[in-house]
Every structure is written in structure tokens, then in C-alpha cells.
């Protein structure tokens, strides 16, 4: 594919069910990667996001990948292979070893020995990666609360997967108050997520959910402690 001189495409390809084995463990974060890159549209965002089996999803993200142009395919590379994503998933190190492109890559060494950086190499998640593995408290919910308004229906269900039934359960059980409602709707997400709600991982899927609160409203969440 243009763009793509070192055949981006044909390396999913090839190691498509080896991936699928190192990211199975946690497809949604991987989802999530995806769409803030913007590799998924809007569409196969929503798509995939409904599937049931990890397995599942992970193959559709593959998939829809390996439709895009060659760039966009080297930006996914180079996110299996930043150091974020090779600690979460150790299943991914056989692509260290990997070429992303021939000529991009001479290019890449080129500027680092100038001692430019370029700029798609800059990290699209580098305030979440200090704190990527730091578990939200319930402090932190409380003070995001704040900023989850009458919508907060539409954000339990999208953003935290929380079913019906028990939404309607949380009302009942907190009629007059609405911050105990989401509250009780985030900490509910905490822990179903257990060593995966982080919150990191909360500023993201609140952010990337249109609508779910005001921009930079929760970027408290990416702060040091």
C-alpha cells in the first residue's frame, strides 16, 4: 500500500492470530488507542465496541486496520510497539524486532542523531503514561461526579457498561441525590475493572466518549499525587 514500503499490512496479516493471542487480555484498551489515533471511524468505533468476546474484538480492530492507507497502519504498528502497550501486553515483544517502514525508518534515525524529534513520534498518551497503572480512589470519583451532568444515564451505560437493570436499581436506591447516583454508577465500573481502573484509564474513556463531560473538566485524573 502507499505509504507503507515496509509492507505494514502484510505483517498484521501475517501475524494476525499471534496478535490476537497477546491482545485478547484487555481489547478494550486497545480500542480505546485506536480511536484517539482516529484508525477506526466513528462506525467500526461502535462496532466493536459491542462485541462480547475479547478474541472477537480484537480480530475486528485487525481487520478494519488492515483496510486504512499504509499510514495509518504504521501509526498502529508503532503503538504495539511503544513501551505503554509492551508492558500491558508481554505477548507483544516479537515485534520489537520488527521494521515499522525502509525509508521512514532511515529518516527517524536521521532526525534523532540531529537531535529532532518527529512530530507523529510524539506519544498521543504521554500524561497518562507516569500513571497508567495507578488505581483511581474513591476521592477521585467522588470529584468526578462534578462534572457528569443530567447525561449521566448515557455515560453509565456507553462509557461504564453499566445494564439497565442496575441503573434502575441506582435510582431507586438514591431518589434525591444525583452525585450519589454516578457515584455509586463509577464505583460500581471500579470495581467490576478491579486492577485495570486506573485512573488513567478513566480520563480516557471519559474523553473519548462525546459528550460524557467538559474538555479538560477531569484531566485532575492524570495528576501526580
Given amino acids: 500500500m502507499d505509504g507503507d514500503p515496509a509492507g505494514g499490512t502484510r505483517l498484521l496479516q501475517k501475524f494476525k492470530l499471534k496478535l490476537i493471542d497477546a491482545l485478547c487480555g484487555d481489547p478494550d484498551l486497545v480500542l480505546q488507542h485506536c480511536h484517539s489515533l482516529c484508525l477506526l471511524s466513528q462506525r467500526e468505533y461502535d462496532q466493536v465496541k459491542v462485541a462480547y468476546v475479547p478474541s472477537e474484538k480484537v480480530r475486528d480492530i485487525l481487520d478494519y486496520v488492515m483496510r486504512k492507507d499504509g499510514k495509518r497502519v504504521q501509526t498502529f504498528l508503532k503503538l504495539l510497539k511503544n513501551s505503554e502497550m509492551q508492558e500491558t501486553f508481554p505477548k507483544l515483544d516479537f515485534l520489537k524486532e520488527l521494521p515499522l517502514s525502509g525509508p521512514r525508518a532511515a529518516e527517524k534515525k536521521k532526525r534523532k542523531k540531529e537531535g529532532e524529534m518527529p512530530a507523529d513520534e510524539v506519544s498521543p498518551k504521554q500524561p497518562c503514561k507516569k500513571n497508567s497503572s495507578r488505581m483511581v480512589t474513591e476521592k477521585q470519583l467522588m470529584l468526578v461526579t462534578r462534572h457528569i451532568g443530567s447525561n ?74
Fill in 152 to 225: 449521566w444515564r448515557e455515560v453509565a451505560r456507553v462509557v461504564l457498561e453499566i445494564s439497565n437493570i442496575r441503573l434502575e436499581q441506582i435510582v431507586e436506591e438514591n431518589p434525591h441525590n444525583h452525585r450519589e447516583r454516578v457515584f455509586t454508577a463509577l464505583r460500581e465500573w471500579s470495581m467490576r475493572e478491579r486492577d485495570k481502573a486506573t485512573a488513567a484509564r478513566l480520563h480516557s474513556l471519559l474523553t473519548l466518549e462525546e459528550n460524557a463531560v467538559a474538555p479538560g473538566s477531569v484531566d485532575f485524573l492524570l495528576e501526580e499525587n
